[in-house]
């Protein structure tokens, strides 16, 4: 009955290569985001997304897209992975408030990518 | 742009020491919330304060929330080994968009 679940949970590849990170979560809400966290531990956001918006930090490199085929899901695709691509990912989720204000996000237990 | 601002970055202190981590906001916030990240976790939602001057209470933890919604405190009382991890504002601004403090990182000695 995980809330927020991410797979895999450590990923290792070579530079170069294309991957792919699952996110998916079983709370109903209606917005997902992706946040990479650094060997320092600095979280940013990369993106946030509803079923009407795509938010995008215009400092994410465009070979990163995320990908959503339903409200319950939103995956990261990595395009050609750099070594400074090394880092811990977070998928989490959020309910939007009719008034437009969010509460909580809930947080996945996180993917951690090396690149070779 | 929009920055948060936290800080210490590091923090020792004596199990039973108290505990402060301030976050400051180059714009005003719609509402500012705080996350704490054990080691090897994944942040948890702790607290989220709107209103300006906002105060809340979690047993030993205090939040604070300035008057002019652009700063926000979180103290320890009495910390325990518990308390260790990685403690994280998140202030969203008037557009929505989520910016995450630096963290702060708060080690216990026993």
């Known amino acids: 009955d995980t809330a927020v679940s991410q797979t895999p949970k450590y990923l290792v590849t070579q530079m170069g290569n294309d991957k792919s990170i699952k996110c998916e979560q079983n709370l109903g809400h209606d917005t997902m985001y992706w946040y990479k966290q650094d060997s320092k531990k600095f979280l940013k956001i990369m993106f946030s997304?509803?079923?009407?918006?795509?938010?995008i930090n215009e400092t994410v490199p465009n070979r990163f897209s995320p990908k959503s085929p339903d409200k319950a899901h939103l995956n990261l695709h990595i395009n050609s992975l750099e070594l400074g691509d090394s880092a811990v990912y977070f998928c989490?989720?959020?309910?939007?408030?009719?008034?437009?204000?969010?509460?909580?996000?809930?947080f996945g237990p996180g993917t951690r990518l090396t690149v070779l | 742009g929009q920055q948060v601002m936290q800080i210490p970055q590091y923090q020792h202190v004596q199990e039973g020491e108290d505990f402060t981590t301030y976050c400051n906001s180059s714009t005003t916030l719609s509402n500012i919330q705080w996350y704490k990240q054990r080691p090897g976790g994944h942040p948890v939602f702790l607290i989220q304060?709107?209103?300006?001057?906002e105060v809340k209470k979690q047993k030993r933890l205090t939040f604070q929330f300035g008057e002019a919604k652009k700063n926000s405190s979180l103290h320890i009382t009495a910390t325990q080994t518990t308390d260790v991890g990685t403690y994280f504002c998140a202030g969203r601004g008037r557009d929505d968009k989520i910016i995450f403090g630096k963290g702060t990182r708060l080690h216990i000695l026993p």
């Open positions: 997304y509803n079923n009407k918006e795509l938010i």
């Open positions: 989490a989720s959020s309910r939007l408030n009719r008034g437009g204000s969010y509460n909580e996000q809930f």
């Open positions: 304060l709107v209103k300006s001057g």
